[in-house]
Every structure is written in structure tokens, then in C-alpha cells.
């Protein structure tokens, strides 16, 4: 029997796919379909290095799949697809771990989509489609919320009435929970020690940001809320501002309640505050060459980052070590290095040396001996999406 996983992530114009071994975690055919709906939709796929991209103009989310899987049959792959693992935003209080997907599941996850409006109804697209065209194999939801579900009372409620939880949800959940389960859990192997003996922050640094403490395998506490916005400064997103901030722009700036949570979603962090780009690479370079507004970005992003980081290992007890992961973690030697300085409170010394040469292809220790340990984990959601697919249906 195969042990290939077809994982799917379904958002509102797009659908990300990856066939994965679950054994492994080598993933031979991955790609993208996107801008679907509009007369310039395409399907890319990568195969061996190999780009292929097919035009699907108009298409949907249920003609970008027909299409997938046709060339899935062309290769000879889709008879090896065991299940389908689908990521799923937003469980809510509902799912505290992955699960096989059947009609009361659905409903569940369709109870979430006022948690998450943009992005639950896209996964659930996704996953009537796929269920209508690959019918013969089970279909398993994979929460971004799951994992922060053994946070206690004292981490997720927010200091206000009490009502506003029981009767609309209003605490913190925390998000990319796969990441973060992924990364605390390949560290604990490459140091050959239980995941259950180990206190550690993780710091998932891409275009979202998020740090999370794990406590003996456990989340217990995070910096994201009841949505992505909170906590970290991120591309786009502001992370953690003033809740009178919309009162004040709304009366002051004469803007909806609309424009503001535009503006902090889509116009701030990195982005708003250089001027130039969401994208820490290109603010890197401006930074370099002088551009005060980039070095303003950055420096503001990882003054935030050591704060919540210190924050966070307060409900530790004991830090382990802290983990950098994501695209600017796993990349960024000058931000990681930035952060640790910044945190020598907590007892780290960045060694210069493995860190600059740290990265997705030289994973592991960062800092001097002696030090608080920090490490670069290179995160594989769609490994750990196939891994809990694989479980629940073997
Ligand atoms: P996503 O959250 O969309 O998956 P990624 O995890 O790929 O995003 O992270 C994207 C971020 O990583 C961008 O800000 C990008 O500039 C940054 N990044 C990637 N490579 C580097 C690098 N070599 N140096 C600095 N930043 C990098």
C-alpha cells in the first residue's frame, strides 16, 4: 500500500497541493492553481524540478481539481493517493486535533466560519469538491487551531465580560498550531530527547508571524488571538496595537470600521512602516543600503519579537530552548541574531558563526555554549498534514 497523502489548501481564489509520503516526507508533485475564477486562472505543478503550467481560464476550485487529478492520472499517482489531508483554519472550540471528515464534521467546521470568514469557507470548498471527486479514499481536516487548544483559561480569555465568550467565542485560539506542532516535535528528535521533557518557544516568522510556548509537547500559550492580527509584527499585519486605536481613527481620521481593519491586515507591519515592501528580503537590502524607514521596520519587528518571546517563556518555567522557523526565521541570520541580542535577559549569546550559516539546508543550534539554546527547525506543515492523514486512516 502506498503511503502517499494528497494534502490540499483551499483558499478563496487559490488551492495549494502537495502529494506527500508520510513515511518520508518527500513530496515528488506539488503546486498551485490560482487567481481561479478569473479569465487568467492557471494550474502550476512541479514535478522533479520541472515546472508545468496549464491554463484554466474561469476555472473554479472543482475544474482546478478535475484538471489536477487528470494529470495526477497522467503520471500514474492518482491510483497511489491513500487519503487526502485538507488544512482547515479555524476549528473553534470544536477539534482539538485532526479528524476524519464526515457529514457532522462538516457541520462543525461550517459552525467556525464566523471565526474565520475568509478562509473556513474556502477550506470547505475545497473539501466538498475534492470529496465529490476522489470519493473512494477517506478526506481528513487538519486545524491550524487545533494545537492551541490546551491553552488554559488563564492564556485565552481576553479581560473582558465573560458573556462575550460564552456567547460568540470571543478568546484567543492562535494559529499556525501545525507548524509549530511540527517544528517542537523534529527538534525533540534531533536531540534525541521526549518531546514531554522539553520547554521551548517557537517562532514561525513567514508572511504571518506567530511564537508559541510548548510546554512538555503541549501549546499553552501564544501570540496570535481570536484572528491572525494579534500579536507579532508581520508583512502586512500590524500584530498587537491599542483596541481604542479603530475608536480613534474612526473619530480622527475620518475612516469605517472597514478601512481600519483593512489597514491593519493589509497595509501595516513591515509593510507600513517602511514604506517599501512586506518583504523582509527586500527591506534586508534597503536596510543595508541606508534606507532608514527599512531599518526602522526591522528593528521595530524584532524589538516586538524579543518581547513576546520573554512574554511567552513566562509560562514556562524553564526555556529549553527557542526555536526559528518559517521563511524569515529559517532564512534571516541578521533578524535571528538581532532577537537573540535582544534577549540576553533569558540568557542567550547568539554564536555568529552558526547562525550566519544556519538555514533550510543546515538546521540546528545557533547560539554560543553556554547560552539558553536557539535553533532553525525548517518547518513542513504539508509533512505534518500527511503524518496526521496517515494516522487516522491507517
Ligand atoms: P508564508 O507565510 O507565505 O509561507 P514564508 O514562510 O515563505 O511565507 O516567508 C516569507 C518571508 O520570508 C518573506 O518576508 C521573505 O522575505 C522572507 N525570506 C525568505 N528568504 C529570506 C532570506 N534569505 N532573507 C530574509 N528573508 C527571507
Same mark, same amino acid.
Given at each position: $500500500?502506498? /503511503?502517499?497523502? #494528497?494534502?490540499?489548501?483551499?483558499?478563496? +481564489?487559490?488551492? =495549494?497541493?502537495?502529494?506527500?509520503?508520510?513515511?518520508?516526507?518527500?513530496?515528488?508533485?506539488?503546486?498551485?492553481?490560482?487567481?481561479?475564477?478569473?479569465?487568467?486562472?492557471?494550474?502550476?505543478?512541479?514535478?522533479?524540478?520541472?515546472?508545468?503550467?496549464?491554463?484554466?481560464?474561469?476555472?473554479?476550485?472543482?475544474? *482546478?481539481?478535475?484538471?489536477?487529478?487528470?494529470?495526477?492520472?497522467?503520471?500514474?499517482?492518482?491510483?497511489?493517493?491513500?487519503?487526502?489531508?485538507?488544512?482547515?483554519?479555524?476549528?473553534?472550540? /470544536?477539534?482539538?486535533?485532526?479528524?476524519?471528515?464526515?457529514? !457532522?464534521? #462538516?457541520?462543525?467546521?461550517?459552525?467556525? %466560519?464566523?471565526? *474565520?470568514?475568509?478562509?473556513?469557507?474556502? /477550506?470547505?470548498?475545497?473539501? !466538498?469538491?475534492?470529496?465529490?471527486?476522489?470519493?473512494?479514499?477517506?478526506? @481528513?481536516?487538519?486545524?491550524?487551531?487545533?494545537?492551541?487548544?490546551? $491553552?488554559?483559561?488563564?492564556?485565552?480569555?481576553?479581560?473582558?465580560?465573560?458573556?462575550?465568550?460564552?456567547?460568540?467565542?470571543?478568546?484567543?485560539?492562535?494559529?499556525?498550531?501545525?507548524?509549530?506542532?511540527?517544528?517542537?516535535?523534529?527538534?525533540?528528535?534531533?536531540? %534525541?530527547?521526549?518531546?514531554?521533557?522539553?520547554?521551548?518557544?517557537?517562532?514561525?516568522?513567514?508572511?504571518?508571524? +506567530?511564537?508559541?510556548?510548548?510546554?512538555?509537547? !503541549?501549546?499553552?500559550?501564544?501570540? $496570535?488571538?481570536?484572528?491572525?492580527?494579534?500579536?507579532?509584527? $508581520?508583512?502586512?499585519?500590524?500584530?498587537?496595537?491599542?483596541?481604542? #486605536?479603530?475608536?480613534?481613527?474612526?473619530?480622527?481620521?475620518?475612516?469605517?470600521?472597514?478601512?481600519?481593519?483593512?489597514?491593519?491586515?493589509?497595509?501595516?507591519?513591515?509593510?507600513?512602516?517602511?514604506?517599501? +515592501?512586506?518583504?523582509?528580503?527586500?527591506?534586508?537590502?534597503?536596510?543595508? !543600503?541606508?534606507?532608514?524607514?527599512?531599518?526602522?521596520?526591522?528593528?521595530?519587528?524584532?524589538?516586538?519579537?524579543?518581547?513576546?518571546?520573554?512574554?511567552?517563556?513566562?509560562?514556562?518555567?524553564?526555556?529549553?530552548? &527557542?526555536?526559528?522557523?518559517?521563511?524569515?526565521?529559517?532564512?534571516?541570520?541578521?533578524?535571528?541574531?538581532?532577537?537573540?541580542?535582544?534577549?540576553?535577559?533569558?540568557?542567550?549569546? @547568539?554564536?555568529?558563526?552558526?547562525?550566519?550559516?544556519?538555514?533550510?539546508?543546515?538546521?540546528? &543550534?545557533?547560539?554560543?555554549?553556554?547560552?539558553?539554546?536557539?535553533?532553525? @527547525?525548517?518547518?513542513?506543515?504539508?509533512?505534518?498534514? *500527511? =503524518?496526521?492523514?496517515?494516522?487516522?486512516? *491507517?
Amino acid at each position: $500500500m502506498s /503511503n502517499n497523502i #494528497l494534502v490540499i489548501n483551499c483558499g478563496s +481564489s487559490s488551492l =495549494k497541493f502537495s502529494l506527500v509520503n508520510s513515511q518520508t516526507g518527500n513530496q515528488p508533485i506539488t503546486g498551485l492553481a490560482e487567481r481561479l475564477g478569473d479569465s487568467d486562472a492557471i494550474l502550476t505543478i512541479k514535478e522533479n524540478g520541472q515546472k508545468q503550467v496549464i491554463d484554466i481560464a474561469n476555472g473554479s476550485h472543482s475544474q *482546478a481539481l478535475d484538471a489536477l487529478l487528470k494529470q495526477l492520472d497522467e503520471k500514474q499517482q492518482l491510483s497511489t493517493i491513500k487519503a487526502v489531508g485538507h488544512r482547515v483554519v479555524h476549528g473553534g472550540e /470544536n477539534f482539538t486535533s485532526s479528524i476524519i471528515i464526515d457529514d !457532522k464534521v #462538516l457541520s462543525a467546521i461550517e459552525s467556525c %466560519n464566523h471565526l *474565520a470568514p475568509l478562509h473556513n469557507p474556502a /477550506n470547505l470548498i475545497g473539501i !466538498k469538491e475534492c470529496q465529490k471527486l476522489l470519493n473512494t479514499v477517506p478526506h @481528513v481536516a487538519v486545524f491550524d487551531t487545533a494545537f492551541h487548544q490546551t $491553552m488554559p483559561k488563564s492564556a485565552y480569555l481576553y479581560p473582558i465580560p465573560y458573556e462575550l465568550y460564552e456567547q460568540h467565542g470571543v478568546r484567543r485560539y492562535g494559529f499556525h498550531g501545525t507548524s509549530h506542532r511540527y517544528v517542537s516535535a523534529a527538534l525533540a528528535e534531533t536531540l %534525541n530527547k521526549p518531546l514531554e521533557e522539553l520547554n521551548l518557544v517557537s517562532a514561525h516568522l513567514g508572511n504571518g508571524c +506567530s511564537a508559541t510556548a510548548i510546554l512538555k509537547g !503541549k501549546s499553552v500559550d501564544t501570540t $496570535m488571538g481570536l484572528t491572525p492580527l494579534e500579536g507579532l509584527v $508581520m508583512g502586512t499585519r500590524s500584530g498587537d496595537v491599542d483596541p481604542s #486605536l479603530h475608536h480613534f481613527l474612526c473619530t480622527q481620521a475620518d475612516m469605517t470600521i472597514d478601512e481600519v481593519n483593512n489597514l491593519l491586515n493589509k497595509k501595516s507591519g513591515l509593510l507600513g512602516l517602511s514604506g517599501i +515592501s512586506n518583504d523582509m528580503r527586500t527591506l534586508d537590502e534597503a536596510s543595508q !543600503k541606508g534606507d532608514q524607514r527599512a531599518t526602522l521596520a526591522i528593528n521595530v519587528f524584532c524589538y516586538r519579537l524579543a518581547k513576546q518571546i520573554a512574554a511567552l517563556s513566562v509560562s514556562l518555567g524553564r526555556l529549553d530552548g &527557542l526555536i526559528f522557523t518559517g521563511g524569515i526565521g529559517e532564512n534571516a541570520a541578521s533578524i535571528r541574531e538581532k532577537v537573540l541580542n535582544q534577549l540576553s535577559v533569558l540568557g542567550f549569546q @547568539v554564536d555568529s558563526t552558526h547562525n550566519a550559516s544556519a538555514g533550510k539546508d543546515q538546521q540546528g &543550534l545557533i547560539t554560543s555554549s553556554g547560552s539558553t539554546p536557539a535553533y532553525v @527547525v525548517s518547518t513542513d506543515e504539508e509533512w505534518m498534514i *500527511a =503524518k496526521d492523514t496517515d494516522a487516522l486512516v *491507517a
